[in-house]
């Protein structure tokens, strides 16, 4: 029961790395409405945060365990001191670091219609990454198991 969670809560925390990654730039000189977004996909509560406030994701990490599971190549320099990391965290490509940067200009004009793309791109982000995140985490639990 536990590999399942483990399963189906790694694709989701990609899919929101991927959404909170859709825009590598500014758009239209538009600042970030926020640094820090949570939203639950499935059971996992998930959050990406934007370290130095410049609209690009630096990690994306589990709310309960506070454990970063994707995280933007050459952004380690602006992780916090102590943050955990999840033994099969993944960097994330250029694509997904895209999505998953849209959620910080999501705020309240935001349309329904927005809010669900960004949620939608995410979810295929993480349905893409799926099938690694699931070997690494069958590959800890029989070697746990051994």
């Given at each position: 029961?536990?590999?399942?969670?483990?399963?189906?809560?790694?694709?989701?925390?990609?899919?929101l790395a991927t959404l909170v990654m859709g825009c590598q730039s500014l758009p239209q000189g538009a600042r970030p409405a926020n640094a820090l977004?949570?939203?639950?996909?499935?059971?996992?509560?998930?959050?990406?945060?934007?370290?130095?406030?410049?609209?690009?994701?630096?990690?994306?990490?589990?709310?309960e365990s506070e454990q970063a599971f994707m995280y933007r190549p050459g952004a380690e320099r602006l992780f916090p001191r102590g943050l955990d990391m999840h033994p099969c965290a993944t960097p994330m490509d250029e694509?997904?670091?895209?999505?998953?940067?849209?959620?910080?200009?999501?705020?309240?004009?935001?349309?329904?219609l927005e809010k669900s793309d960004i949620r939608g791109s995410l979810m295929l982000k993480y349905m893409a990454a799926l099938p690694e995140i699931t070997a690494c985490n069958l590959r800890r639990e029989k070697n746990e198991d051994e």
């Open positions: 029961m536990k590999w399942l969670l483990t399963i189906f809560l790694r694709p989701l925390l990609i899919a977004y949570c939203d639950n996909f499935m059971v996992y509560g998930m959050c990406a945060r934007d370290m130095n406030r410049d609209g690009e994701v630096d990690y994306v990490y589990f709310e694509d997904v670091v895209a999505t998953t940067s849209r959620v910080f200009f999501v705020d309240e004009e935001t349309t329904l």
